[in-house]
């Protein structure tokens, strides 16, 4: 199978799941992820905002926000499709809209990551293998930040429901294996 058939398969699949079985897994998922040593000493974390039914994020800002971790989100560079930068973000009144509808950081109130680094790195996908390999929509802007940017100090999480994890996915030598992922049914380490 092609990497489009699998992303639309995948795409499908979490679109197919209720609201209410969304919201468990969701909360599900973030008791995994808050429960993690590696969250709970982290420093400064890299995260995403939802979009289009994923792993639902904003709890996780709100925890950093609460605890005075460091948070860094990306935005997306206009004039580079699929580039994307990181920007330290202080508060929730520092996003304004921006690429397909994602909140972003405004770069005219957000410091930028010129050397990202952080403790945590939390990564969405369309879907996951149990290797760590990811497939996204197809931008490749994940691909290019990685490859700038290896975060080799970093743990980093890919976030998905349960669906979305295949037994294996096609990948290319270039692409970077997430450390772990987390589902709301389980933690899959290499």
Not at 7 to 19: D, P
Request: aromatic fraction near 10%; glycine fraction near 6%; include cysteine.
């Amino acid at each position: 199978m092609d990497k489009s058939t699998i992303r639309s398969r995948l795409l499908q699949c979490r679109k197919a799941m209720s609201r209410d079985a969304r919201l468990a897994a969701n909360e599900r998922i973030l008791r995994r992820i808050t429960r993690l040593e590696a969250w709970q000493h982290a420093r400064s974390m890299l995260l995403y905002l939802p979009v289009n039914g994923e792993v639902d994020t904003w709890p996780f800002f709100e925890d950093c926000m609460r605890r005075h971790v460091q948070v860094f989100l990306p935005c997306c560079r206009k004039q580079e499709p699929g580039c994307m930068d990181f920007f330290q973000v202080r508060n929730k009144d520092q996003l304004v809209p921006g690429a397909y509808n994602i909140p972003e950081p405004d770069p005219d109130q957000c410091l930028l990551m010129r050397e990202p680094s952080a403790d945590i790195v939390l990564v969405p996908g369309v879907g996951f293998d149990r290797h760590g390999f990811r497939i996204g929509y197809g931008g490749g802007y994940y691909d290019r930040f990685f490859a700038r940017h290896p975060m080799d100090k970093a743990l980093i999480i890919g976030l998905a429901f349960a669906c979305q994890i295949m037994d294996q996915l096609p990948h290319d030598p270039w692409d970077k294996p997430v450390d772990m992922v987390v589902t709301e049914d389980e933690g899959i380490t290499e």
